[in-house]
């Protein structure tokens, strides 16, 4: 019962943690080029980093959670055990996910900022 409950929870929770990472990824590119001032290059490479240390974060944060809380024995534990696991895993993802969603809105607006005055200091130049 305990294996089936630990493999079921790292099963569930890294096959949220790639879904929600693809899915970001693939429909976050816009949000980045469009922070990055129009520098696709920029944007992709800020893109492939917030994944990488996406996947560092949630995993590290799933593997350390398997020791805490106490070992079901019974079917109705391990739902609970599964469900409040899953729960506080899920609960990281989207705070980290709107986390990043305003470090990257508060870093974009800086290197627009920089663009821009690039783009100035050519033309006046």
Not at 62 to 80: F, K, M, Q, Y
Not at 87 to 113: C, E, P, S, T, W
Request: hydrophobic share 50%.
């Amino acid at each position: 019962m305990v294996e089936t409950a630990y493999a079921l929870y790292l099963v569930i929770t890294i096959g949220i943690t790639i879904w929600v990472a693809r899915t970001l990824s693939r429909n976050g590119i816009v949000f980045l080029v469009q922070c990055f001032g129009q520098n696709d290059q920029l944007a992709r490479s800020t893109n492939h980093l917030l994944v990488v240390g996406f996947y560092l974060v949630n995993i590290g944060f799933i593997t350390l959670t398997l020791s805490l809380g106490n070992e079901p024995t019974t079917i109705p534990e391990a739902i609970r055990f599964l469900s409040s696991k899953v729960g506080l895993a899920v609960l990281v993802l989207g705070a980290m996910h709107f986390f990043n969603m305003g470090a990257i809105a508060q870093f974009g607006r800086k290197v627009n900022g920089w663009l821009s005055e690039q783009v100035h200091a050519r033309f006046v130049a």
